[in-house]
């Protein structure tokens, strides 16, 4: 067996003086690569030398994050040079930690070197050996931004979760194995283990860390190890202990403590525990695992390429990677993005019609132009290859579409040599992909690349044509329906099977599908009409939140491409949903045609909207941006909204009310920011009164917006104040508005007065409609005969509503007289006349009428002052 340590730290002080003996031992135990990883620049040098002193060494430089803080000015300078003069070296060890340790490390310290180091990484085109400890979420937002990474990252002792593992893979990554892995419970470990994808496996020791948590005669010891204690002697010359139990009765006494070292060697007993979960022979781990650790190392100038020259090594990087038949040396050389391939033309030529063409051309070295047109990855290319050795290739929703477009290119079909790679491939994607909608929308989402260099479209019709079958079948695939409409419609039921046994079934989102097959297959799906427009809807919505709100980079055309597909009905797409996507096409500077389109749909349901809705119209540009800085998109929806009916319309008053409440309601909201302006205040206030004219009854609503506005922005002068009342129409409140506001503090002197002519008015008006009822009233009784009412009865009624209309609205003082003792008759137009005498006096003042009435008996007279 060969065994690869994908990630050790043979340069640590603790054993760095026994590196010879260890590396010695590891080797003959069937260890063949060490993967020495820096981890700061301290020991960088260190790291080379011992590249260039052991073949076996493949030496890896970086910067460590608990040794973030120590790094020098010109750390990253230092470390570009180095892979320039030590082109065997591959990046590590990099990455965040949020552990006890990592704690101390400022994380945003750790962020910029480690994505500095891992963009390196992918420009230099070498794998980076990355570790993390409780910061995997991060992690992977991080590799999304900056992948992905065709060279490969070692995500080195691997602890995470078996949910995360398809996501890294899917950007590149392997999984390295070590003996931390038995720190994890074998149920959690073995469904992690099962996650990860055969050809991603790596294994390591991390020493002189991550010692197994075995029993002592199953490991490899290093001599002298001062943690190890023997009983009765100490331990001796254990580096050459034997691993095998019946060999190894000498080390049953040896007692481990915490810190006992790791040695190299060890990595035998990761290979069984790894092995063992995975219910797989030690052979068979260990070939597959060597082999994908030499296909990651096999980089441009990496010894592994150098020291090739196995019997059978097709590509120069694997032991036997082919079933080569033929006693001929290789007679084709080609690279596919950087990897060498050795192959034997004719073996290529009976499966490949294009292939055997090339060569009864002699144009065989055009192989690779077409190759680099296709924009083959080695992967891929080795499947193929692979396959016309005769090999058995394990076909998956990750690789099928870019095997397929190969196969075409390549010519394999029945034709040219039957049970061809092309009917192979395609017998899988109808029986095997097609039937699942997790792994159609996966393949479609892995050969993007692929696609993109077929010129027949046929195969992407189907990939449409399977997708929307099935979702007509079950159109929660797209999501939720976003329930906003004033309809109501039948929420999609799915079948009872499906919710009883498949509880925690989650399926693959065409949100992650780019934009180019995203757009034509909701298209596509819209003209179907056999998916309900709702849930195409809450597809849409979740593509714009994902590729336009909380995207990092500005996508134009995605904003654009959102408007084209979203339906004018009303109601059925969020307001909110409207007005953020209105926000974004201004920021992003779309098309105006995109922006017409958005504003059309709000003006239809703007009456639907909600006081926060408006709010994201006035937010302004840039992270650290304010609300309310932009009011103009508010009065450019609202006139879209109007926009929409004619004054043949009949039903539409409703509508008017909804918006004018609206505006009132986002006025006040606004008056409650500090941030907001006076101009802008006085903008919004305007465009509210505007609205509400002919439609509301009072200006209630405007009077609690300027007294909110009053109350967030103290610091306005009398004049100011004053600005901000001016639109303030006092006829219009209400008789409970009236009587806030004449107590109000807060607002000008002057308007208080004006409330309170108002308010006096507006008994005037109604004093006059009584009167006006009441002589109606007599006539008819007159008229009748039923009798008339003593001119001192009409006088006490007269008194008793004028009184009561006063103490009410706590208008003006006015003066009372006690109930005469004698009956003695008063004219009632006298007594009126007296009455609008006292309230409409120009003596009156704010504090207390001054109207004095001379009365010959000199009755007591009772004041009401304002309250």
């Known amino acids: 067996m060969k065994l690869f340590d994908a990630h050790c730290h043979l340069q640590d002080p603790r054993i760095v003086g026994k590196a010879p003996q260890l590396i010695s031992s590891a080797v003959a135990s069937g260890v063949s690569f060490f993967a020495v990883n820096g981890v700061s620049e301290k020991d960088w040098n260190l790291v080379k030398e011992m590249g260039v002193r052991y073949p076996s060494v493949v030496p890896c430089f970086g910067i460590h994050p608990w040794y973030v803080a120590e790094r020098s000015p010109q750390w990253f300078e230092t470390l570009k040079s180095l892979f320039e003069t030590t082109p065997t070296a591959a990046v590590g060890e990099i990455g965040l930690d949020k552990g006890s340790k990592g704690k101390e490390i400022d994380f945003s310290d750790q962020v910029g070197v480690f994505r500095q180091q891992l963009e390196l990484a992918k420009e230099l085109k070498k794998p980076a050996s990355v570790h993390c400890v409780r910061a995997f979420g991060d992690l992977l937002e991080i590799t999304k931004s900056v992948g992905p990474f065709p060279c490969g990252v070692i995500l080195h002792s691997y602890l995470g979760s078996a949910e995360m593992v398809p996501e890294f893979a899917k950007l590149g990554a392997y999984f390295s194995l070590s003996g931390f892995l038995m720190s994890m419970s074998e149920k959690k470990a073995k469904k992690m283990l099962k996650a990860v994808p055969s050809d991603r496996i790596l294994l390591e020791t991390d020493s002189p860390d991550a010692l197994p948590k075995v029993e002592s005669g199953c490991l490899y010891f290093v001599e002298g190890d001062p943690s190890l204690q023997e009983e009765g002697d100490s331990a001796q010359d254990l580096d050459s202990v034997s691993k095998d139990k019946s060999n190894a009765s000498s080390n049953d006494s040896v007692k481990l403590q915490k810190g006992t070292l790791n040695h190299p060697a060890n990595i035998h007993t990761v290979l069984g525990y790894v092995a063992r979960l995975l219910d797989m022979k030690n052979e068979e781990l260990a070939e597959l695992s060597y082999r994908n650790a030499v296909r990651l190392f096999s980089y441009e100038g990496s010894k592994l390429l150098l020291e090739r020259g ?49 060569v009864e051309r002699n144009e065989i070295d055009k192989l690779s132009w077409i190759l680099q047109d296709l924009e083959t990855d080695p992967e891929t290319f080795e499947l193929v290859a692979r396959f016309c050795y005769g090999d058995e290739i394990k076909f998956s929703s990750d690789n099928i579409v870019a095997v397929l477009c190969m196969a075409y290119h390549l010519m394999m079909g029945e034709e040219h040599s039957s049970d061809n790679l092309l009917g192979k ?7 095997r992909v097609f039937p699942c909608w997790n792994e159609t929308v996966n393949a479609l989402r892995s050969g993007v690349k692929s696609l993109d260099k077929l010129d027949d479209v046929e195969l992407v019709d189907l990939f449409f044509d399977s997708l929307i079958e099935t979702a007509s079948k079950d159109p929660r695939l797209l999501g939720e329906p976003i329930k906003n409409r004033e309809e109501t419609y039948d929420d999609y039921r799915p079948n009872p099977r499906r919710r009883l046994f498949v509880i925690n079934w989650k399926s693959e989102d065409l949100i992650t599908l780019p934009l180019r097959l995203y757009e034509p297959l909701m298209f596509r799906a819209m003209k179907s009409r056999s998916i309900p427009v709702e849930y195409i809807v809450t597809s849409v919505c979740k593509y714009a939140k994902k590729w336009v709100f909380d995207a990092t980079e500005e996508n134009r055309e995605a904003v654009e491409a959102v408007e084209r597909l979203l339906p004018h009905q009303r109601g059925l797409i969020s307001c909110e949903f409207l007005f953020e996507s209105l926000k974004h096409s201004i920021w992003l500077e779309a098309s105006s045609e995109c922006r017409d389109g958005i504003e059309i749909r709000i003006g239809k349901q703007l009456d639907m909207a909600k ?15 304010e609300c309310f800085e932009d009011v103009e998109l508010v009065k450019t929806v ?8 004619t004054d043949e319309d009949s039903d539409v008053f409703p509508y008017f009310v909804k918006v004018a409440k609206l505006l ?12 907001l302006k006076l101009e802008a205040f006085l903008s919004l206030a305007e465009l509210t009164v505007t609205v509400s004219k002919g439609v509301l009854s009072c200006s209630d609503g405007i009077y609690r917006a300027i007294d909110v506005f009053l109350e967030s922005h103290r610091y306005l002068t009398e004049t100011e104040k004053m600005e901000a009342c001016k639109v303030l129409d006092c006829k219009k409140l209400s008789q409970e508005g009236c009587e806030q506001a004449a107590r109000n503090q807060r607002l000008p002197l002057r308007v208080v007065v004006q409330v309170l ?14 009167i006006k009822g009441m002589e109606e009233k007599v006539v008819d009784e007159e008229e009748e005969e039923i009798g008339v009412l003593s001119d001192e009865d009409e006088m006490e009624e007269m008194s008793n509503k004028l009184l009561g209309l006063e103490i009410e609205n ?13 009956k003695k008759k008063i004219s009632v137009w006298r007594e009126v006349k007296r009455k609008f005498g006292c309230l409409t006096s120009p003596s009156s003042s704010v504090d207390a009428c001054t109207c004095d009435v001379n009365m010959k008996n000199k009755k007591k007279k009772i004041h009401h002052h304002y309250k």
């Open 310 to 358: 196995d019997g059978g090594d097709v590509s120069g990087q694997h032991s036997k990677p082919f079933n080569n038949t033929s006693s001929n040396s290789p007679d084709l050389h080609i690279y596919v993005k950087g990897h060498p391939f050795q192959l034997h033309q004719d073996v290529l030529a009976k499966r490949s019609a294009r292939v055997s063409l090339l």
């Open 425 to 431: 491939a395609s017998e899988f994607l109808e029986t």
């Open 611 to 625: 006081p926060t809705d408006l709010k994201i119209l006035t937010r302004g540009y840039g992270e650290k941006a």
């Open 638 to 645: 609202v006139r879209r909204f109007y926009s929409n009916y």
């Open 664 to 675: 009132e309601d986002f006025l006040l909201l606004a008056a409650s920011e500090a941030s």
């Open 757 to 770: 002519f108002a308010s006096q008015l507006q008994i005037r008006e109604t004093v006059t409609k009584e």
């Open 810 to 822: 706590h208008e003006c003082v006015v003066h009372r007289w006690k109930k005469a003792k004698t």
